[in-house]
């Protein structure tokens, strides 16, 4: 009998190893898992920032563009605005009175005659012009008004056109008169 007793020994001891062994195992899977868990919700946390951020980053993105688009719509309506503007001081140019264009020609012709010799205008002007001065009538041009005024030799010559003139008032005062439409 001692033969089954050291037998018996062996198999709790055996028995009480493997439990150890368990239990042992038991508690470093445990640990891995919880571990995994943790480190699970660490990467999960990193994602919904990064997530986060980048729906934000794209909100500011979309939210400047359509502010950019709204901004680029008014100015265009601005624009048109303008532009309507400067083609009706041009057709009220073009019904100036014909006392008025007159004054405005011998304005023009007065104080630029000196020093050059030819003139052009329209055809409408061409009769008041060639009576408002003594320089050479050279020819007609194609505009809504006003006279183009040369020296002897063709180098320089003095563009007193209606069309030019509005032009360069317009550039000349745009902001103010932009001030005024929109405030």
Do not use: W
């Not at 571990?35 to 990064?50: G, L, M, N, P, T």
């Not at 502010?67 to 719509?73: H, P, Q, T, Y």
């Not at 023009?108 to 329209?122: D, P």
Request: net charge negative.
């Amino acid at each position: 009998m001692g033969l089954d007793k050291i037998v018996q020994e062996i198999k709790a001891k055996g028995k009480a190893e493997a439990e150890r062994i368990d239990g042992e195992a038991y508690k470093e899977s445990s640990q891995i898992i919880s571990d995994s868990h943790i480190q699970a919700e660490k990467i999960k946390a990193v994602k919904e920032e990064a997530a986060r951020k980048e729906i934000e980053r794209l909100r500011q993105q979309e939210l400047s563009s359509a502010n950019l688009e709204v901004k680029r719509s008014i100015l265009n309506a601005r624009k048109e605005v303008l532009d309507e503007v400067a083609e009706m001081a041009k057709d009220a140019v073009k019904e100036l009175p014909a006392d008025k264009n007159r004054k405005l020609l011998e304005l023009i012709v007065e104080k630029n005659q000196e020093n050059n010799s030819k003139i052009y205008s329209n055809e409408k002007d061409m009769a008041v012009v060639k009576k408002l001065t003594k320089l050479e009538f050279a020819g007609k041009i194609d505009c809504i008004g006003g006279v183009v005024i040369e020296n002897a030799d063709g180098t320089e010559y003095l563009d007193f056109k209606y069309e030019t003139i509005l032009k360069n008032v317009s550039e000349q005062s745009l902001k103010q008169v932009s001030d005024i439409l929109f405030g």
